[in-house]
């Protein structure tokens, strides 16, 4: 029988190898542990109560699910002993104190696509590790390209913690039985081109044109300018849709839109795009805005928002260059603007 390593093994050889620091490695596995006991609760489904059930909402107007609280909780608790300064979590206004003088801070998204519990599609834990940066004006707000480490755990058939600590991207599955992630998948890499998107297709309307003419150009297939069919996936469920992504290429695209509150996109700067573009930058894929590197933003606040095309490396590449030939127009091209999800 094959011979898995645990989480707690590899992080100690990359502690012996000076490729992680021991405080680390503390964290990443009081996240860990926080996340086996999230998983134990979403097993249950509705023998752990009313997991669904509205509780308000957050401070950045999103609706909070019992289970949103529940995680947040979970988490808190866990890193209450791991050497770190502070907290910043979707579930809470502002950043939490934690061990003063600590070297490390969290940021963290206690349980992503919380919508998706009640029809049990996979949701998930998103976490990003920085310096604390004692004495900093505001240490929180540090682009990711500061990241020490940063993972998710998606909550599904299985339940698999994939995490970089800057040298490549590793998934480990739950044993359940021994209580242990351990290493299933190491060096992953995501295969450079792709004939699958992901997107929210209801939202067209609100695009800007550079978004609807790539997804003109998808949908048009062999027939089109791409001369490839492509297959369309939504999942509303971030960890879900990055980890198809991981497995076998792709591209997910969630840009900023026409709609109130969408103007900067949708998806947290910190939380959950940081760390997911760290993991796919690591596992050889590319994450932008359409214009910038995903890592490279400079955050002005802790539940900022940002607009996150991730995936498949060329692919990428391709959607860039939408935007681009956009800017050399030097305005948003009337042509985008009218033409139909379907492009003669």
């Known amino acids: 029988m094959q011979s898995f390593d645990t989480l707690e093994t590899y992080l100690s050889q990359g502690t012996a190898a000076a490729d992680v620091s021991q405080t680390v490695a503390d964290t990443v596995i009081a996240i ?21 059930a509205s509780r308000g909402d957050n401070t950045d107007g999103d609706v909070q699910k019992e289970l949103d609280l529940v995680a947040n909780d979970i988490v808190i608790a866990a890193l209450q ?24 801070g969290v940021a963290i998204d206690p349980l992503d696509g919380s919508s998706n519990i009640d029809t049990n599609t996979s949701v998930g834990t998103i976490f990003s ?16 390209t500061q990241q020490l480490a940063a993972g998710y755990v998606i909550y599904g058939p299985q339940t698999t913690l994939v995490l970089t ?11 359940r ?7 299933t998948e190491a060096d992953v890499q995501i295969p450079e081109t792709t004939r699958e998107f992901a997107i929210n297709a209801s939202n067209f309307r609100h695009w800007d044109g550079p978004i609807r003419a790539y997804v003109d150009d998808c949908l048009n297939g062999e027939e089109g300018f791409r001369d490839s069919n492509y297959n369309m996936r939504w999942l509303a469920s971030l960890v879900a849709e990055c980890h198809r992504i991981l497995s076998r290429g792709g591209v997910f695209l969630y840009p900023s839109d026409a709609r109130k509150g969408y103007a900067e996109g949708r ?4 939380y959950e795009v940081n760390p997911i573009a760290f993991i796919v930058e690591q596992a050889g894929g590319a994450g932008t805005t359409g ?9 002005n606040g802790i539940h900022q928002r940002a607009p996150m095309i991730f995936g498949s ?7 860039e260059r939408y935007f681009q030939q956009t800017r050399m127009n030097a305005e948003r091209s009337q042509l985008f603007n009218k033409r139909g999800l379907f492009r003669a």
């Open 177 to 183: 039985e021994q209580a242990a992630f351990r290493l």
């Open 267 to 270: 998806l947290r700067l910190l």
């Open 129 to 144: 590790v920085l310096p604390a940066q004692t004495g900093a004006e505001d240490s929180t707000l540090q682009p990711g």
């Open 81 to 104: 002993d791991a050497p770190v300064a502070w907290i910043v979590s979707e579930e809470l206004q502002d950043p939490l104190q934690g061990t003063i003088d600590a070297p490390l």
């Open 291 to 299: 214009t910038q590197r995903l890592l490279e933003i400079e955050p």
């Open 165 to 175: 600590l800057g040298h490549g991207t590793m998934m480990f599955t739950l044993d």
């Open 313 to 319: 490396s060329r692919e990428i590449t391709r959607v």
């Open 32 to 52: 860990a542990s926080a996340t086996m006991e999230i998983s134990a609760i979403i097993a249950r489904g509705p023998l752990a109560g009313d997991l669904g």
